[in-house]
């Protein structure tokens, strides 16, 4: 039973262009979402967070929205960098401290 | 370094034997989680612990399978008479749990890249 989807296995986008990645749950009792970053043989970086009281949060380049009716996030990157290239992983929790389930992750190529 | 050290980095074993990973946290972190991630795909929980308490082992396999995080010292997944099926990467992260330094999110250490012949 995957409670986190993310359907789009990966996505490529042009330097300085937007990049748009998505994340659907299942599980209403989810309040607390995260995007991590990662790299081939590195642990997940921590990105960017949300709770459910918000819609949107923004960290420099990076901006996660949150729409609760439709159980759906997305993580924005404005300008995307080749830099940015990696696997990006979707996670959330029922309140916070409990343990994270995380979807399959969706590469991102960010090209030159 | 501050961040979550994982030991060792990569480890094999033939069938049978037994694995033993370790997981130190960040400075001021009391909380320990393991995740379990096979060949594309995510991340899968496996338990949650505090100093001497298993807070959650809701995502432990029954057998074979065991993890402790003592008093003293780094956390410790135990995987005895390991099996093919076992060859993963085994990511720690740690946090400072709830209540304290409210919404810090959990970090993850480099992981243990565990292959077994």
């Known amino acids: 039973d995957q409670q986190v989807k993310q359907n789009s296995p990966s996505l490529s986008v042009q330097e300085g262009r937007i990049s748009i990645l998505n994340c659907d749950y299942t599980?209403?009792?989810?309040?607390?979402f995260l995007w991590y970053k990662k790299y081939p043989a590195e642990g997940p970086t921590f990105l960017i967070s949300i709770s459910s009281i918000k819609d949107k949060n923004e960290d420099g380049r990076f901006t996660v929205f949150l729409n609760k009716s439709a159980k759906h996030l997305s993580l924005h990157i404005v300008p995307s960098q080749p830099g940015d290239s990696a696997v990006y992983f979707c996670?959330?929790?029922?309140?916070?401290?409990?343990?994270?389930?995380f979807g399959a992750g969706t590469i991102l190529r960010v090209k030159s | 370094n501050a961040g979550v050290m994982q030991n060792p980095r990569h480890l094999v074993r033939r069938r049978g034997q037994e694995a033993r990973l370790r997981c130190s946290p960040m400075k001021g972190h009391s909380h320990v989680y393991w995740y379990r991630q096979l060949p594309e795909e995510g991340l899968k929980f496996m338990v949650y612990?505090?100093?001497?308490?298993?807070?959650?082992e809701s995502g432990m396999p029954k057998e074979r399978f065991s993890a402790e995080f003592p008093k003293e010292g780094p956390s410790i997944l135990r995987i005895q008479q390991v099996v093919r099926g076992d060859s993963a990467a085994y990511f720690c992260?740690?946090?400072?749990?709830?209540?304290?330094?409210?919404?810090?999110?959990?970090?993850f250490g480099d992981g243990t890249r565990l292959s077994i012949l």
């Open positions: 992260a740690s946090s400072p749990g709830p209540g304290r330094n409210s919404n810090q999110p959990q970090h």
């Open positions: 996670a959330a929790s029922a309140r916070y401290g409990n343990k994270l389930v």
């Open positions: 599980n209403s009792m989810f309040d607390y």
């Open positions: 612990l505090q100093k001497e308490n298993i807070i959650d």
